[in-house]
Every structure is written in structure tokens, then in C-alpha cells.
């Protein structure tokens, strides 16, 4: 007769199990149309003993192209005068596909927490929160030379490029 296993336990705290991680993309800029080509992205990301390695890859995968949809494309757009959503679709709403974004170089650091038996910590945000921040700030950095140290969300390349050509223009009457 198989013996049967039972456990009970209550937990009345926070689990000390603090994910961590860190992020980089590199794109590229093209200023007469102002469309973002993002060539690498890289992430490193600590969710302690990962008890599906496969899955938590895949995880961070859609959690980056989410978050670069955010970046760059994703935005509810509504008619002015009465308020209706225009992009209500997916024809017509910016979704991150296939070919919009790079292959992702994704790590994970192995560092299990003691808070917990099995050493595991959250793994399901390591791709989305970081991701915007990143793809904005790697925006940013490729504007500099425009002097342009701010892009509202999504980037579209109609933002981009008036960010680019406002920035043109004010130089010129400055100068």
C-alpha cells in the first residue's frame, strides 16, 4: 500500500524572493522616416531555481515583444470629436510581430533564494518590465545627436520622425 504524503503549513509574510535582472537593446534610427530598427536585445535575468527552464525562456520572450509593442507600436487611438476608438481592431491596432522585432539573447542567472524550499523566485515579469524602459532609453540615446532627451510612448515613426524634424527646426531658428 502506497504511503500517503500530507503537509499543512500557513504563511503570513512576504516570501524573501527578490527577482532580479537587467536589460539592453540596441537599435538603429533612420531619421528621414523616423522607423526604429532594433537589432539586438539582450536580457539577463535571475528568477532563482527555475524549475522549467523552456518555459520561463518563452516567458521572457513574449514579455519582451509586449514590451516593445508598448514601445513602439501599441496605442489606443480615438476620433476627437466623439470619442470613438478607431483602432479597435487588430488590423488597425500596432501589435509587435515576427519580423518587427530581433532574435532575443536571454540568460538566466541562477541564483536561488533561501526564502523558500525550492529556491524559486518570480519569472513571469523578467520580460515586460524592464523592455520599454530599455528600448525608450536606447531611443533616447540614439537621438542625442538632435538633442532630443524625451519620446512619449508608443514611438511610432510619425513621433519619431516630428521629434527629429521639431528638433531641426529649432536649431535653425536658433541659429
Not at 118 to 140: H, Q, R, S
Amino acid at each position: 500500500m502506497p504511503t500517503a504524503l500530507s503537509t499543512m503549513a500557513e504563511l503570513s509574510h512576504r516570501i524573501p524572493a527578490h527577482p532580479t535582472g537587467c536589460a539592453v537593446c540596441e537599435l538603429e534610427v533612420d531619421p528621414q522616416t523616423g522607423l526604429v530598427d532594433i537589432k539586438r536585445y539582450t536580457s539577463v535575468d535571475d528568477v532563482g531555481r527555475p524549475i522549467n527552464p523552456m518555459l520561463v525562456d518563452g516567458q521572457m520572450h513574449g514579455g519582451i515583444a509586449q514590451g516593445i509593442g508598448q514601445a513602439l507600436s501599441e496605442g489606443v487611438e480615438t476620433d476627437r470629436s466623439g470619442g470613438q476608438v478607431v483602432n479597435a481592431s487588430f488590423m488597425d491596432y500596432g501589435l509587435p510581430r515576427a519580423d518587427n522585432v530581433p532574435r532575443f539573447d536571454v540568460e538566466l542567472a541562477l541564483d536561488p533564494t533561501a526564502g523558500n524550499p525550492l529556491g524559486i523566485k518570480g519569472g513571469g515579469e523578467g520580460g515586460i518590465t524592464p523592455a520599454p524602459a530599455a528600448v525608450i532609453n536606447a531611443l533616447v540615446d540614439a537621438l542625442k545627436e538632435f538633442d532630443i532627451d524625451h519620446v512619449d510612448m508608443p514611438a511610432t515613426p510619425i513621433r519619431v520622425w516630428t521629434a527629429i524634424e521639431n528638433a531641426k527646426n529649432a536649431t535653425k531658428q536658433a541659429t
